[in-house]
């Protein structure tokens, strides 16, 4: 991603990841484009229409939930700026700011599609809280993925001058004074405005537009320790080979191995007998196929996610062309939800792969170095006790692979008797992307060290680059110390894009 963008305009064809993290972590400005305004303007006037013949339309003349059975003058009895307060039933920690935008910006791109019914004032009401940096403070537990109920319903609020928002400079304070100290009108609301704002899955999609761009960051770190390990160990580059994969052509395998051997090109370990062993430990010689297969599942979730920010998933839907409101449960992300939890499980055979080439490194039996590559003396442990981490982090990772339930307590009067849990699905990964971090830090550690202990060995052009990079921030290990804030300091690097560029493709 471009991270010198710094206005985004979000039109009739919706938005793509790239440009939702650009407005929630770069801060880019927002812009509905005309093409979008008019799709909106034809949306809210055929849903008008429709509601002003008298018929029966969710959430404009019927009730919500189990009392959709109550029809409603949408005119008279109730006003949409009422739906979101009951709505707004978050509870547990409050979203970082850049998790408050991304879930805002998906639900502009939505608008932008014209499905919605929104009216334009309140489209646009939701632009200028992002642009004048005005974020509601929203609690992250409640949805259970059927739409993003709770947390869309907090930031929903603020727009009818509630609830709490935090300002630019660090102060809470009322929805009514947020918007005032930012200069924004509170907007009136029209016939669906309440029930558009907050019937929506943008939560989910928008924390997994953040979650994506994390994960391709530390997948590209991964690809470098693997390679920084190929050289500490003095690996066999053979299961790299391009014939390998015609043999076997497996997902993803070909640009994993590809990258791999990128980095290591120009290095003597692409030279003929470089090699310690004729056959490596799987965890260095199966690298193509385990780690291609992660990346194939990335790009299905990116995939997935696209494919969300690129659809309407109102109900009801308006489709202007058509003069058709329809009612749709197209605000079910499970196939979005089943592409995070294939993404979790890969991930977590990373992990599995990543924590046996460490302790590989650290064996003297395996690698012909030192044990635990400890520096000269007496007493010496280098990173034995690392090994506690890696093991720890290891078992966390597994456990947060596995997929939340598929079976959940129905709610409204038993009506939504199924759920997603996308939102939770997005978290339990985020933290688990959050520890893989941390275990490859220690593998970029480690293989550096080893390479440390190989003593005259020329690395390969991109490997240099990267072991340089570590060096930067990670000095030699001389005599026993602390790695912790060595860790911290990698995983910070890998965290914000700065210590492995982009070396695969995510789309």
């Known amino acids: 991603m471009d991270t010198s963008v710094k206005c985004v305009i979000f039109d009739a064809s919706g938005a793509d990841i790239d440009a939702i993290c650009a407005v929630a972590r770069n801060g880019a400005e927002v812009t509905i484009g005309a093409d979008a305004i008019a799709g ?25 939930g189990a009392a959709v059975d109550t029809r409603l003058d949408p005119t008279k009895d109730f006003g949409q700026h009422r739906i979101p307060r009951p709505r707004a039933v978050g509870v547990g920690r409050f979203a970082e700011a850049d998790e408050v935008r991304a879930m805002m910006a998906a639900r502009v791109a939505r608008f932008c599609l014209g499905y919605s019914g929104v009216s334009p004032d309140v489209a646009q009401a939701l632009v200028g809280m992002l642009n004048r940096s005005v974020y509601p403070k929203v609690p992250m537990t409640g949805s259970i993925g059927e739409a993003d109920l709770p947390p869309l319903a907090h930031i929903a609020l603020v727009l009818v001058g509630e609830g709490r928002a935090i300002l630019p400079d660090g102060r809470e304070v009322s929805g009514a004074d947020a918007l005032a100290a930012a200069g924004l009108a509170q907007p009136s609301f029209g ?10 899955n943008a939560g989910s999609v928008g924390l997994a537009c953040l979650l994506l761009q994390d994960i391709g960051r530390v997948f590209a770190a991964h690809i470098g320790a693997v390679a920084l ?60 196929s385990v780690s291609g297969a992660a990346l194939h599942a990335l790009r299905g979730a990116w995939a997935a996610t696209e494919l969300e920010l690129r659809s309407g998933d109102d109900n009801p839907s308006v489709l202007a062309a058509e003069d058709v409101v329809l009612p749709t449960g197209n605000f079910d992300p499970t196939h979005m939800v089943l592409a995070f939890d294939t993404l979790a499980l890969a991930l977590a055979r990373l992990a599995a792969m990543t924590a046996e080439r460490i302790m590989k490194l650290l064996s003297p039996g395996f690698s012909d170095l030192p044990r635990f590559l400890a520096p000269e003396g ?80 020329e690395l390969g052009e991109g490997t240099k680059a990267l072991f340089a990079a570590i060096r930067s921030i990670v000095p030699p290990l001389e005599v026993d110390r602390s790695p912790s804030n060595d860790i911290y300091a990698l995983a910070d690097g890998i965290a914000a894009g700065t210590l492995v560029g982009p070396l695969l493709t995510l789309k």
């Open 378 to 457: 007496v007493g010496a442990n280098g990173f034995g006790a690392l090994q506690k981490t890696v093991a720890a982090l290891t078992a966390e990772i597994g456990h947060l692979a596995m997929p939340m339930p598929f079976a959940v307590t129905p709610v409204a009067d038993r009506v939504e008797d199924y759920a997603s849990l996308a939102m939770s699905v997005i978290d339990k990964t985020g933290r688990l992307v959050e520890k893989l971090r941390y275990l490859t830090a220690i593998e970029l550690i480690v293989a550096a060290r080893a390479i440390d202990l190989r003593g005259a060995i």
């Open 191 to 200: 016939i669906k405005d309440g029930l558009s704002l907050i019937s929506s």
């Open 229 to 288: 390990s190929y050289e500490g160990f003095r690996a066999s580059l053979d299961p790299l080979d391009p014939l390998a994969r015609r043999l076997r052509p497996g997902p993803g395998q070909g640009d994993a191995a590809a990258a791999v051997r990128s980095l290591l090109e120009g290095g003597d370990l692409t030279k003929p007998g470089a090699a310690r062993r004729l056959q490596d430990p799987l965890s260095l010689r199966c690298v193509p």
């Open 40 to 64: 909106i303007e034809a949306a809210y006037a055929c849903l008008a229409r429709h509601a002003g013949e008298g018929k029966a339309i969710y959430g404009v003349s019927t009730g919500l």
